[in-house]
């Protein structure tokens, strides 16, 4: 079997050649996934809309199915915790959970 030309860090997805030290920092990668995730999650949220349907895009909320609503209520609970995730700040510079 030969072997791969590349190695995956399964806790935080950094790659690295095969042959070469995979030696990395994963909270920096798991930082910049996080903000990631807290961009498409902010975005998500926006296009949702709050319900009203005045100046959001979203459907009103007397459209919205329960399993919707739980759907909301999910990423409103990911996008809250993320956000104080990202804004606290760790002396020892590792990601905070």
């Given at each position: 079997?030969?072997?791969?030309?590349?190695?995956?860090?399964?806790?935080?997805?950094?790659?690295?050649?095969?042959?070469?030290?995979?030696?990395?920092?994963?909270?920096?990668?798991?930082?910049?996934?996080?903000?990631?995730?807290?961009?498409?999650?902010?975005?998500?949220?926006?296009?949702?809309?709050?319900?009203?349907?005045?100046?959001s895009i979203g459907l009103p909320r007397c459209f919205w199915s329960p399993e919707y609503?739980?759907?909301?209520?999910?990423?409103?609970?990911?996008?809250?915790?993320?956000?104080?995730?990202?804004?606290?700040?760790?002396?020892?510079?590792?990601?905070?959970?």
């Amino acid at each position: 079997m030969a072997n791969p030309q590349t190695h995956t860090c399964h806790d935080c997805g950094y790659v690295w050649p095969h042959g070469r030290h995979g030696g990395h920092d994963c909270t920096v990668f798991l930082k910049q996934r996080v903000k990631q995730l807290e961009t498409v999650l902010t975005e998500a949220r926006t296009w949702i809309g709050d319900g009203d349907n005045s100046e959001s895009i979203g459907l009103p909320r007397c459209f919205w199915s329960p399993e919707y609503i739980a759907i909301v209520d999910k990423v409103d609970s990911v996008l809250s915790t993320v956000t104080k995730k990202l804004s606290r700040k760790c002396p020892h510079g590792k990601l905070n959970t």
